[in-house]
């Protein structure tokens, strides 16, 4: 009778094999003098041993190979065993192994068609919709509020389509490199992780404008931008990246600040390297504007000049 089943899931393709396990010690490795023989090109010859633990579970030995052992997206030592218990899973090379016991519990079997699948897909409807609204709702009332003219509810919510669909495109992408590497899609925490990263600039951008108008400095709001920018889209990099590759958390995070650091590297250089030549009238004066101008205190033009002319007079 099998002690422990094996799962061996391939990385290019994501099809599982099931390996039922009855005598310890197990080899497992791309020779064929293993117990079992994986056909990942990363994997040793002799990769690794399992033993069986006798307080319960299993021993797994890293027979010195080339790269090694990852559990939850660590990489591990080969001088040390690695206690496993069922359903814990591996990383060798690019192929995952989960070790389950024979009475481990499973789901129980999914209606083929009925009302529990069409109630799971409404489900899944009311929180695409609910985090789409609540982006839609976000921009539309940051863009009232930053503008000190009459503006249109319907100009409001046609102009946030264009973010709603730069979203959509991003969580998309993501969520196919997902299905690609780990078979799971995960679209509503993609979808999730997007939104929270475009309210997220947005708030912090209109800090920028408070800080850099109380500060009376394009410089302040320029190099404010450029900080935001690059730890927002590493936190948006990170985020969509632990979800989808099955690599450590420290080269998660160091991908992660690399793509980001170096878009906003690029982006500085390009903005640098067109700005127009000096002119006494320049095409596009710097300005520098209150945020959310909407709720600023507001004056008439003769109120204007009443307290300017006060302010010369006392001087």
């Known amino acids: ?61 890293d027979l010195e190979s080339m790269n090694g052992i990852q559990r939850h997206a660590e990489q591990q030592t080969n001088q040390d065993p690695i206690h496993l218990a069922s359903g814990d899973y591996l990383v060798v090379g690019k192929t995952r192994l989960r070790f389950v016991s024979p009475e481990h519990p499973i789901e129980p079997a999914k209606v083929l068609h009925g009302k529990a699948s069409f109630i799971a897909a409404l ?3 009311a929180i695409v919709w609910s985090l789409l609204t609540l982006l839609v709702s976000g921009y ?3 863009e009232y509020l930053a503008s000190s003219v009459e503006v249109h509810i319907e100009k409001l919510i046609a102009d946030s389509l264009a973010v709603v669909g ?4 991003w969580s ?3 969520a196919l490199l997902a299905f690609i590497v780990q078979r799971k899609l995960n679209f509503h925490y993609l979808l999730a992780v997007s939104i929270v990263y475009v309210l997220f600039d947005t708030l912090l951008s209109n800090v920028i404008d408070y800080v850099a108008f109380n ?18 889209l590493a936190g948006l990099f990170y985020a969509s990246m632990r979800k989808c590759l099955m690599v450590s958390k420290k080269k998660n995070l160091l991908l992660a600040n690399v793509f980001s650091w170096g878009v906003v590297v690029v982006i500085g250089f390009v903005v640098y ?25 507001t004056q008439t033009l003769d109120e ?5 002319d006060r302010k010369f007079t006392n001087k």
Request: aromatic letters at 10%; charged letters at 15%.
């Open 123 to 125: 489900r899944s409807l």
């Open 215 to 232: 500060a009376n400095s394009i410089l302040v709001a320029e190099v404010l931008s450029y900080i935001t920018a690059g730890v927002l």
């Open 304 to 308: 204007f000049l009443i307290e300017t």
């Open 273 to 297: 390297a067109n700005q127009p030549e000096f002119r006494q009238d320049p095409e596009y004066p710097a300005e520098i504007k209150p945020p959310f101008g909407r709720l600023a205190a």
């Open 166 to 169: 730069g979203v959509l495109i």
């Open 1 to 61: 009778m099998a002690q422990l089943i094996i799962e061996v899931q391939d990385h290019s393709r994501g099809h599982r094999t099931y390996y039922p396990v009855a005598d310890f010690p197990v080899t497992i490795g791309r020779g064929y003098g293993n117990n079992i023989i994986l056909s990942d090109p990363h994997v040793c010859a002799e990769h690794l041993i399992v033993s069986k633990n006798e307080n319960g579970g299993w021993l797994v030995k």
């Open 172 to 174: 998309s992408l993501w």
């Open 140 to 142: 539309a009332m940051n």
